[in-house]
């Protein structure tokens, strides 16, 4: 007898798909044919999937895999679910709602499944499912291994690009930044369009500090996962905050609009107000209706000389399956299409980054986007990925401060030893203060 249970919960942050399936109890695939557990295909099972979103907006969802979902599954049915205030994961998780599939960023992850009674070792459904893993890109499949286990699946990515406006450049004759340059090449292109025209001042070179230091070439951690301390209290790190956050800073002007601003910069200031030539962000801002008035390209992001090539640690989102799924296969046919040749090839047309080796598909990446005619190949392909660092729970408590004391570096209130060892005495503090909960 078919048994079908359906389950749902209104919630925000965390992308859930809940399925409700007729079984066959695995001795048929439907057709009256024997069929092994082993090969069965559960995509034409009737199922209910409810898709609890992180943030995105239905129509973002459906624009990136909902459609096509649908289309591919026509026995399932799809119910989207965005996540609110008051609906939380841990609501979730105390009410015993079911939840199959949960949908994240990498930087969230962490707090959202991979902490939580949620988390789930893949490795067992890829090898029933056949699932060829060599098709990855590595780097992203070890950014998702660095939780401890195959707790998910990479199915668009990001990472960091240089933006630059190329309004600025043209107004100052300076030629356009190129793909491959060094770091020490962008900082001196960066001093060049850094000045003060007509009381407007120009920023040559604004990082989001933020992103280029967790995103950083050499996987440098915040936190030291062995014991839970900051990381960033030594040469190395040190070398790495002189050389992206402090060295664009020291010329004339930079230092007064840091201040002025009481804050490094933002997304704003380069999409809206318009006075940084080149900022450095997590590839995506291209989809901010601000790009529509806005004369911009992009290069890849430099480059150390003692790490040539390495460019940034990927910044996938990923599709998870939960521990207390009871749809486990069912979910991981929803996987295998979303990463499919197929669909990744979709996704790569629009101007998601894909996930996969396949050199077809990232030579069709943004053909059929707006953006289509910029730099967006040479851009996001051009540098070797960076292994992922090793992210904790603890991170949050140490980049509030390490922002904080880096803005009273640039702007001189503090040197950058006082600074680093102010950043690490609070984290220790938050993160004790934390543990004791």
């Known amino acids: 007898m078919m048994k079908n249970r359906f389950f749902t919960f209104i919630g925000r942050f965390t992308v859930v798909i809940v399925l409700l399936t007729a079984c066959n109890g695995g001795k048929t695939n439907g057709t009256g044919d024997p069929k092994s557990e082993q090969t069965r295909s559960y995509a034409n099972e009737p199922a209910e999937l409810v898709i609890f979103s992180p943030a995105a907006p239905e129509e973002v969802w459906n624009e990136r895999f909902g459609d096509a979902l649908k289309k591919k599954f026509p026995n399932y049915k799809f119910t989207y679910i965005l996540r609110n205030n008051t609906n939380t994961l841990e609501n979730m998780i105390t009410s015993g709602a079911q939840v199959d599939l949960i949908y994240d960023s990498i930087g969230n992850a962490l707090n959202s499944v991979v902490t939580t009674e949620m988390r789930y070792d893949l490795s067992e459904l890829v090898k029933k499912h056949n699932v060829d893993m060599n098709r990855f890109e590595p780097a992203l499949v070890d950014a998702v291994r660095q939780f401890g286990g195959l707790y998910g699946f990479p199915v668009h990515s990001g990472g960091l690009v240089l933006y630059y406006n190329k309004d600025i450049f043209d107004k100052f004759g300076v030629a356009y930044p190129r793909d491959g340059m060094m770091w020490e090449e962008a900082i001196e292109l960066g001093k060049i369009l850094t000045r003060n025209d007509n ?239």
């Open 199 to 437: 009381g407007r001042q120009y920023i040559g070179l604004g990082p989001s500090v933020d992103h280029v230091l967790s995103m950083n070439a050499y996987s440098l951690p915040l936190i030291d996962k062995s014991t839970l301390k900051p990381a960033i209290n030594n040469e190395k790190y040190k070398k790495l905050v002189e050389t992206l956050a402090i060295a664009p800073t020291q010329v004339n002007g930079y230092k007064e609009q840091v201040a002025a601003l009481k804050r490094t910069f933002n997304n704003n200031d380069f999409m809206k107000d318009k006075f940084i030539a080149m900022f450095i962000m997590n590839f995506g801002l291209q989809s901010q209706k601000e790009f529509e008035t806005l004369n911009w390209d992009m290069a890849s992001l430099p480059v150390f000389k003692d790490n040539p090539g390495v460019g940034t640690q990927p910044y996938p989102n990923l599709l998870f399956v939960t521990n207390t799924s009871k749809y486990k296969d069912q979910a991981m046919e929803v996987i295998k299409y979303v990463t499919s040749d197929e669909h990744q090839m979709t996704l790569s047309k629009k101007g998601y980054i894909p996930v996969l080796k396949n050199e077809s598909i990232k030579k069709a990446f943004a053909q059929e986007s707006g953006f289509k005619d910029k730099n967006v190949v040479k851009a996001v392909f051009t540098n070797k990925l960076a292994p992922s660092n090793v992210r904790t729970k603890y991170d949050g408590k140490v980049n509030g401060p390490l922002l904080k004391h880096i803005t009273n570096v640039i702007t001189g209130e503090e040197d950058l030893n006082t600074a680093l060892r102010k950043v690490e005495e609070e984290a220790n503090k938050a993160i004790d203060a934390e543990m004791k909960r």
